[in-house]
C-alpha cells in the first residue's frame, strides 16, 4: 500500500540485491581464466539459493549489450565450500552470445540473475564401488563439480579434448592422479582422432561394471547410448546433454505473441523461444533443450513443430507447447 | 485538414523514399542499442526512486516551511520523473528489447490512476496509430475540445478554455475517464456492458490505491505534519498534472500541425503513415533537463515517427529527422515551451468560437495526394 504501484522489495533491491526474499541473483566476485577460450567464474549467490547437489546446473541471466540471456552452467565447485561461493566453468564456442560475454567481458561485481540449482546428472546417495566419467571438451564441468565434492574409492575419467593445452582443470586433475585418488585418460582427438567408444574396453577394461556419468557433444553421447546399449548394460548409463538433438526443420510463418502485441517473422528451424527473446517478449525459460518444461506456452492459434522429433501440434484450447524445441510450422499465435 | 496542404509538393515516389530514408534511420538506432542505454535507463528508474524516498522522508516533517518546499519539489519531480521519462516510456515498450521483466511493458504498473493496460490500448494503439484524424483519434482535444476548424462547432465549444484547464489540473483523471471512454460509455445500453464494467472496476481500484498512499497513509506517517503532508502530496500530483498536460498539448495542439480526414489514411502506406506522423505533432526545444522532464516528448515528432525507440535516442535522432524536413521542404514545428504552450492555449480559445470566415474547400489535388 505505501509504496503501490510497486513493491517494497523494488526499493530494497536498490540497496541489498542478494537479500533473503529478494528475487534470486548472485554477484560475480571473480573471473579466472582455464584455457584460452574458458573461464571459470566465482559467483556468491543471494541468501535465497538452496545447496547444490554435485554435477547439478544453475540457470544464470547476464545482460549481455543490454539483453538478458538465459543459459545453463554445470556447478563445478565442491557443495561444501566454505565462503558459500559457487564456481560454474564456461567454455566460449564460436559465435556464442553468451559464453564469449562471460569468458572474455564478464567483470568482478556485476550482478546476474540466477535460478534455483537443479537437474539429476548427480551420484546416488549410496556411493557406487566403481566409477567411469566419460567427459569431452566443457562437458567435464558436471564431472568436475562431483570430482571435488564426493572421493569414489574407484573412479576412472576418461577425458577428450583436441590438445593438452585444452584440456580444463588439468593440473588440478593430474594432482587427484599424483594422490591416486583418480585414474585418468587424457585422448587428444587433434593427434589421436576422436575416440571410437566402441573401443573404449581397450582403455578402460571393466567399462561395463562401472557406473557411467557422460558428459560432451552429441556425437559422443549418441555413440556411448549405443554402445551400452548393445551391452545390454544402459542402465548404468547417465548422460547429460548441453543441446537438444534437432532432427527436422519445415516451413515457418508469421508468429504472433498476442500479450505484448507483436508479430514476427519466422523460419522453421528456430525456436520460438529465441525468436519471442530477440523481438523482446518476456519469455520464460529454462534448459533451453526440451526437458525442464520452464519454457511451456499456450497456442493459440496455427501449428508448431516439435524440432526434436518433426511432430505437428495445432492449437486446441488448453494445448501447451515447449518453445525451447518448438518452431513456427505456418502462421501460429502463442500467448506471451 | 487545413487549408493549404504542405506536402502537396511531394510526388507519391518522394513519400515513399522519404519512408526508406526514415527506416534507415530507425535502423541505425536498432543496431547501435545496447549496453549503455540499458545502463540509462536503470540509472533513471534508481534516481527517481531514491529521489521520491527521499522526498517523502522530508515530508514527514512537512510541519516545517522549508520541508515542506523542498518535500514537494522533489516529490513533484519525481513524480513528473516517473510518468514522463520512465513510465511512459516503459509503456510503449521501449525498453523490451532489454527482456528485463521488471522494466517490461507487459509488466510495468504507473504512478498513476489510469492502470497501465487500459492506458496502453487508448494510447498506443490508437492514439499512435490514428494520429491527428479526425474522428478517430479521440486525443485531438480528447473528446471534449475543438481543436481543428474541420470539427464541427458546438454551443458547448465556448468553455472549452475552461473544460482545458480543469483538465490540465487533474490530468490523471481525464486520461483515466478517457481511456475508460467514459464519455462514449455513460450511455445508458453500454454502461451494463460486462467489458466496461471490468475495466470501470480496475480504475476504481486503482484510483483508490493512489489516493490511499497520497493522501491518507503518507499524510498519517507524518503524524504531527498530517495536513501539511496532505497538501505537499496533492501538490505534487497537481504540478505533475499540469506539467504533463502542458507537454502533451505542445504534441499535437500548436498552430501549424495538420489534421487529417478519416478518408485519409485508408490503405495508407509506409510512407504516408510517416508523412501523417511528421506533419501531425509538434517540437519543444530547450536544454538537456528540458527535453528530460518531458520524458523526451519535447522530441514528440521522432517518437511519433519511432515510438519504440528508447527515448534516450531521440535526441540524436532529431538531427537526422531534422535534415529530412528540410530535405524534402516541410516545417518542422518547434519553439520553447512558454511559446508553444502559449500557441496551444491561443488555438484553445480561438476555436472554442465558431470559424470565422467561410471554410475554404481543400482542394482536390491535395486530398488524392493524401489519400492515393
Ligand atoms: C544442463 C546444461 C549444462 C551446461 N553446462 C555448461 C557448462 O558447464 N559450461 C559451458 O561452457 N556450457 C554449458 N552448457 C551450455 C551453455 O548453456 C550454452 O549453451 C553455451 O554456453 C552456448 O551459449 P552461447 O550463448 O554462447 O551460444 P549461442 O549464442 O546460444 O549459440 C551460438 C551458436 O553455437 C551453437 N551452440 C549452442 N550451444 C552449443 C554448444 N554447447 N556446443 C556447440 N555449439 C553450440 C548454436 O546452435 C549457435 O549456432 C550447458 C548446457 C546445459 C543445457
Ligand atoms: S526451456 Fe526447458 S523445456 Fe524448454
Given at each position: 500500500?505505501?509504496?503501490?504501484?510497486?513493491?517494497?522489495?523494488?526499493?530494497?533491491?536498490?540497496?541489498?540485491?542478494?537479500?533473503?526474499?529478494?528475487?534470486?541473483?548472485?554477484?560475480?566476485?571473480?573471473?579466472?581464466?582455464?584455457?584460452?577460450?574458458?573461464?571459470?567464474?566465482?559467483?556468491?549467490?543471494?541468501?535465497?539459493?538452496?545447496?547444490?547437489?554435485?554435477?547439478?546446473?544453475?540457470?544464470?541471466?547476464?545482460?549481455?549489450?543490454?539483453?538478458?540471456?538465459?543459459?545453463?552452467?554445470?556447478?563445478?565447485?565442491?557443495?561444501?565450500?566454505?565462503?558459500?561461493?559457487?564456481?560454474?566453468?564456461?567454455?566460449?564456442?564460436?559465435?556464442?552470445?553468451?559464453?564469449?560475454?562471460?569468458?572474455?567481458?564478464?567483470?568482478?561485481?556485476?550482478?546476474?540473475?540466477?535460478?534455483?540449482?537443479?537437474?539429476?546428472?548427480?551420484?546416488?546417495?549410496?556411493?557406487?564401488?566403481?566409477?567411469?566419467?566419460?567427459?569431452?571438451?566443457?562437458?567435464?564441468?558436471?564431472?568436475?563439480?562431483?570430482?571435488?565434492?564426493?572421493?569414489?574409492?574407484?573412479?576412472?575419467?576418461?577425458?577428450?579434448?583436441?590438445?593438452?593445452?585444452?584440456?580444463?582443470?588439468?593440473?588440478?586433475?593430474?594432482?587427484?592422479?599424483?594422490?591416486?585418488?583418480?585414474?585418468?585418460?587424457?585422448?587428444?582427438?587433434?593427434?589421436?582422432?576422436?575416440?571410437?567408444?566402441?573401443?573404449?574396453?581397450?582403455?578402460?577394461?571393466?567399462?561395463?561394471?562401472?557406473?557411467?556419468?557422460?558428459?560432451?557433444?552429441?556425437?559422443?553421447?549418441?555413440?556411448?547410448?549405443?554402445?551400452?546399449?548393445?551391452?545390454?548394460?544402459?542402465?548404468?548409463?547417465?548422460?547429460?546433454?548441453?543441446?537438444?538433438?534437432?532432427?527436422?526443420?519445415?516451413?515457418?510463418?508469421?508468429?504472433?505473441?498476442?500479450?505484448?502485441?507483436?508479430?514476427?517473422?519466422?523460419?522453421?528451424?528456430?525456436?520460438?523461444?529465441?525468436?519471442?527473446?530477440?523481438?523482446?517478449?518476456?519469455?520464460?525459460?529454462?534448459?533451453?533443450?526440451?526437458?525442464?518444461?520452464?519454457?511451456?506456452?499456450?497456442?493459440?492459434?496455427?501449428?508448431?513443430?516439435?524440432?526434436?522429433?518433426?511432430?505437428?501440434?495445432?492449437?486446441?484450447?488448453?494445448?501447451?507447447?515447449?518453445?525451447?524445441?518448438?518452431?513456427?510450422?505456418?502462421?501460429?499465435?502463442?500467448?506471451? | 485538414?487545413?487549408?493549404?496542404?504542405?506536402?502537396?509538393?511531394?510526388?507519391?515516389?518522394?513519400?515513399?523514399?522519404?519512408?526508406?530514408?526514415?527506416?534507415?534511420?530507425?535502423?541505425?538506432?536498432?543496431?547501435?542499442?545496447?549496453?549503455?542505454?540499458?545502463?540509462?535507463?536503470?540509472?533513471?528508474?534508481?534516481?527517481?526512486?531514491?529521489?521520491?524516498?527521499?522526498?517523502?522522508?522530508?515530508?514527514?516533517?512537512?510541519?516545517?516551511?522549508?520541508?515542506?518546499?523542498?518535500?514537494?519539489?522533489?516529490?513533484?519531480?519525481?513524480?513528473?520523473?516517473?510518468?514522463?521519462?520512465?513510465?511512459?516510456?516503459?509503456?510503449?515498450?521501449?525498453?523490451?528489447?532489454?527482456?528485463?521483466?521488471?522494466?517490461?511493458?507487459?509488466?510495468?504498473?504507473?504512478?498513476?490512476?489510469?492502470p497501465?493496460e487500459q492506458?496502453?490500448?487508448?494510447?498506443?494503439?490508437?492514439?499512435?496509430?490514428?494520429?491527428?484524424?479526425?474522428?478517430?483519434?479521440?486525443?485531438?482535444?480528447?473528446?471534449?475540445?475543438?481543436?481543428?476548424?474541420?470539427?464541427?462547432?458546438?454551443?458547448?465549444?465556448?468553455?472549452?478554455?475552461?473544460?482545458?484547464?480543469?483538465?490540465?489540473?487533474?490530468?490523471?483523471?481525464?486520461?483515466a475517464?478517457?481511456?475508460l471512454?467514459?464519455?462514449?460509455?455513460?450511455?445508458?445500453?453500454?454502461r451494463?456492458n460486462p467489458e466496461f464494467r471490468a475495466r470501470a472496476k480496475a480504475v476504481g481500484r486503482k484510483i483508490r490505491?493512489?489516493?490511499?498512499?497520497?493522501?491518507?497513509?503518507?499524510?498519517?506517517?507524518?503524524?504531527?505534519?498530517?495536513?501539511?503532508?496532505?497538501?505537499?502530496?496533492?501538490?505534487?500530483?497537481?504540478?505533475?498534472?499540469?506539467?504533463?498536460?502542458?507537454?502533451?498539448?505542445?504534441?499535437?495542439?500548436?498552430?501549424?500541425?495538420?489534421?487529417?480526414?478519416?478518408?485519409?489514411?485508408?490503405?495508407?502506406?509506409?510512407?504516408?503513415?510517416?508523412?501523417?506522423?511528421?506533419?501531425?505533432?509538434?517540437?519543444?526545444?530547450?536544454?538537456?533537463?528540458?527535453?528530460?522532464?518531458?520524458?523526451?516528448?519535447?522530441?514528440?515528432?521522432?517518437?511519433?515517427?519511432?515510438?519504440?525507440?528508447?527515448?534516450?535516442?531521440?535526441?540524436?535522432?532529431?538531427?537526422?529527422?531534422?535534415?529530412?524536413?528540410?530535405?524534402?521542404?516541410?516545417?518542422?514545428?518547434?519553439?520553447?515551451?512558454?511559446?508553444?504552450?502559449?500557441?496551444?492555449?491561443?488555438?484553445?480559445?480561438?476555436?472554442?468560437?465558431?470559424?470565422?470566415?467561410?471554410?475554404?474547400?481543400?482542394?482536390?489535388?491535395?486530398?488524392?495526394?493524401?489519400?492515393?
Amino acid at each position: 500500500m505505501v509504496t503501490t504501484p510497486l513493491l517494497p522489495s523494488d526499493y530494497l533491491d536498490l540497496v541489498s540485491p542478494l537479500r533473503a526474499g529478494a528475487d534470486l541473483r548472485g554477484r560475480i566476485e571473480a573471473v579466472h581464466p582455464e584455457t584460452a577460450d574458458a573461464a571459470t567464474l566465482v559467483i556468491r549467490p543471494g541468501r535465497g539459493w538452496r545447496r547444490h547437489t554435485a554435477g547439478q546446473y544453475v540457470r544464470i541471466g547476464v545482460d549481455v549489450d543490454g539483453r538478458r540471456l538465459w543459459r545453463a552452467y554445470s556447478i563445478t565447485s565442491p557443495t561444501d565450500r566454505q565462503d558459500g561461493r559457487i564456481t560454474i566453468t564456461v567454455k566460449a564456442i564460436p559465435d556464442g552470445q553468451v559464453s564469449n560475454h562471460l569468458v572474455h567481458r564478464a567483470r568482478p561485481g556485476t550482478l546476474i540473475r540466477l535460478d534455483q540449482p537443479t537437474g539429476d546428472f548427480v551420484l546416488p546417495h549410496a556411493k557406487p564401488a566403481k566409477v567411469l566419467y566419460l567427459t569431452a571438451g566443457s562437458g567435464i564441468t558436471p564431472v568436475m563439480g562431483m570430482l571435488r565434492d564426493t572421493e569414489v574409492d574407484d573412479v576412472v575419467l576418461v577425458h577428450c579434448a583436441p590438445q593438452p593445452q585444452d584440456v580444463l582443470f588439468r593440473d588440478e586433475l593430474h594432482g587427484l592422479v599424483a594422490d591416486k585418488k583418480l585414474r585418468l585418460t587424457e585422448v587428444h582427438t587433434a593427434m589421436d582422432g576422436r575416440l571410437d567408444v566402441a573401443r573404449l574396453g581397450e582403455l578402460v577394461p571393466d567399462w561395463a561394471e562401472r557406473e557411467t556419468w557422460a558428459c560432451g557433444p552429441a556425437g559422443l553421447l549418441d555413440a556411448a547410448e549405443e554402445h551400452w546399449t548393445d551391452n545390454g548394460v544402459r542402465e548404468r548409463l547417465r548422460t547429460e546433454r548441453f543441446r537438444p538433438r534437432i532432427v527436422v526443420a519445415g516451413d515457418g510463418g508469421a508468429v504472433t505473441f498476442s500479450t505484448t502485441g507483436k508479430t514476427v517473422d519466422a523460419d522453421g528451424a528456430t525456436p520460438l523461444l529465441d525468436i519471442g527473446e530477440e523481438a523482446g517478449v518476456l519469455m520464460p525459460s529454462g534448459c533451453r533443450m526440451g526437458i525442464c518444461f520452464g519454457c511451456v506456452t499456450p497456442l493459440k492459434a496455427g501449428a508448431v513443430r516439435d524440432l526434436r522429433t518433426g511432430e505437428i501440434t495445432e492449437a486446441e484450447p488448453g494445448v501447451l507447447i515447449q518453445t525451447c524445441v518448438s518452431a513456427a510450422a505456418g502462421p501460429c499465435d502463442i500467448e506471451r | 485538414m487545413t487549408a493549404i496542404d504542405p506536402t502537396a509538393h511531394l510526388t507519391a515516389e518522394q513519400i515513399e523514399e522519404l519512408g526508406r530514408e526514415l527506416d534507415a534511420i530507425r535502423d541505425e538506432v536498432l543496431a547501435a542499442r545496447g549496453e549503455q542505454d540499458a545502463a540509462y535507463i536503470r540509472k533513471v528508474i534508481s534516481a527517481q526512486r531514491k529521489l521520491e524516498l527521499a522526498s517523502r522522508g522530508v515530508l514527514l516533517f512537512s510541519i516545517f516551511p522549508p520541508a515542506w518546499l523542498l518535500g514537494t519539489a522533489g516529490l513533484s519531480v519525481a513524480k513528473i520523473m516517473e510518468n514522463m521519462e520512465i513510465g511512459h516510456n516503459v509503456l510503449h515498450g521501449q525498453w523490451d528489447w532489454m527482456r528485463d521483466p521488471k522494466i517490461h511493458s507487459t509488466t510495468w504498473e504507473w504512478d498513476h490512476v489510469s492502470p497501465s493496460e487500459q492506458w496502453k490500448h487508448s494510447h498506443n494503439e490508437l492514439h499512435h496509430t490514428y494520429t491527428n484524424v479526425i474522428g478517430k483519434d479521440n486525443d485531438l482535444g480528447y473528446g471534449i475540445m475543438r481543436v481543428d476548424e474541420d470539427q464541427k462547432w458546438h454551443p458547448l465549444h465556448l468553455g472549452q478554455p475552461l473544460w482545458n484547464l480543469v483538465n490540465a489540473c487533474f490530468f490523471e483523471y481525464g486520461i483515466a475517464a478517457y481511456d475508460l471512454e467514459l464519455g462514449k460509455n455513460l450511455h445508458k445500453r453500454r454502461r451494463r456492458n460486462p467489458e466496461f464494467r471490468a475495466r470501470a472496476k480496475a480504475v476504481g481500484r486503482k484510483i483508490r490505491k493512489q489516493v490511499l498512499k497520497d493522501y491518507v497513509i503518507h499524510p498519517l506517517l507524518s503524524g504531527p505534519s498530517f495536513l501539511t503532508t496532505l497538501a505537499a502530496t496533492f501538490t505534487a500530483n497537481l504540478v505533475r498534472n499540469i506539467w504533463s498536460h502542458s507537454v502533451i498539448m505542445c504534441g499535437h495542439f500548436p498552430e501549424g500541425v495538420q489534421v487529417f480526414e478519416r478518408r485519409s489514411v485508408e490503405g495508407e502506406t509506409r510512407g504516408q503513415w510517416y508523412l501523417r506522423q511528421m506533419m501531425g505533432s509538434a517540437n519543444i526545444s530547450g536544454s538537456r533537463a528540458m527535453h528530460f522532464m518531458t520524458g523526451n516528448l519535447s522530441h514528440q515528432i521522432e517518437h511519433h515517427l519511432f515510438p519504440d525507440l528508447p527515448s534516450n535516442r531521440y535526441a540524436e535522432v532529431a538531427v537526422k529527422v531534422r535534415a529530412l524536413f528540410e530535405k524534402y521542404e516541410l516545417e518542422y514545428i518547434t519553439g520553447p515551451l512558454p511559446k508553444q504552450v502559449f500557441s496551444a492555449w491561443h488555438k484553445v480559445f480561438r476555436l472554442s468560437l465558431p470559424n470565422k470566415k467561410p471554410k475554404i474547400k481543400t482542394p482536390a489535388r491535395e486530398k488524392e495526394l493524401v489519400a492515393s
